[in-house]
């Protein structure tokens, strides 16, 4: 399908998330990944911050309002809490966590999957798989859209993520030794 993948490997899409385990013989299935440079303890608050806005065009699903571009320290993801909040209001929900590693939602009647693997030395891989049962009409349309709202979204998380791992390493190299 067009727009069924961006930023994905092959073996990335072949492997199982959790979100599969919630949708049975899925009329779509998108990937969408992105290599960020700062480990997966540097990607993970901000993958459980989408609690508080969806990172992506901000303009378009947030009412204008922007994303919090700083950590709000918020305690860990719970099952069962709403997954985001978009145009002020609270939306979807939280189906599986293992903090650190994946956040598994449902939003609009789509399944998704945040995965962080860790790459390299410092690196992660941050994938999201969205897995729907929908017509495959209506499912072209989805897989254009969230193509467009998900790499933005992955290259907000990207950024801040970044941003925040490098901030904390200049910091830590101006404390001195003991």
Same mark, same amino acid.
Request: one cysteine or more; glycine letters at 10%; a positive charge.
């Given at each position: 399908m067009f &727009?069924? %993948?961006w930023g994905v490997t092959d073996s =990335?899409?072949?492997?199982?998330?959790?979100?599969d385990e919630f949708v049975v013989a899925p009329a779509l299935q998108l990937w969408r990944g992105v290599r960020v440079a700062a480990p997966p303890t540097a990607v993970w608050p901000w993958v459980a911050q989408i609690r508080l806005a969806p990172y992506s065009y901000d303009w378009?699903?947030?009412? &204008?309002?922007?994303?919090?571009?700083?950590?709000? &320290?918020l305690p860990e993801p719970q099952v069962g809490e709403p997954f985001t909040t978009a145009a002020g209001r609270k939306q979807g929900r939280i189906l599986s966590i293992d903090p650190g590693r994946q956040l598994t939602a449902t939003i609009m009647g789509a399944f998704m999957s945040y995965v962080l693997v860790p790459?390299?030395?410092?690196?992660? %891989?941050?994938?999201?798989?969205?897995t729907m049962r929908v017509?495959?009409?209506?499912?072209l349309a989805l897989s254009v859209g969230d193509l467009v709202m998900a790499r933005r979204q992955l290259l907000n998380l990207k950024h801040?993520?970044?941003? =925040?791992? %490098?901030?904390?390493?200049?910091?830590?190299a101006l404390e001195p030794p003991r």
């Open positions: &727009g069924d %993948r =990335e899409t072949k492997r199982s998330y959790p979100c378009i699903d947030n009412l &204008g309002r922007r994303s919090p571009q700083r950590l709000a &320290g790459h390299d030395r410092d690196d992660t %891989r941050l994938l999201l798989k969205v017509n495959p009409w209506i499912g801040l993520a970044e941003r =925040e791992h %490098r901030q904390g390493l200049d910091e830590s």
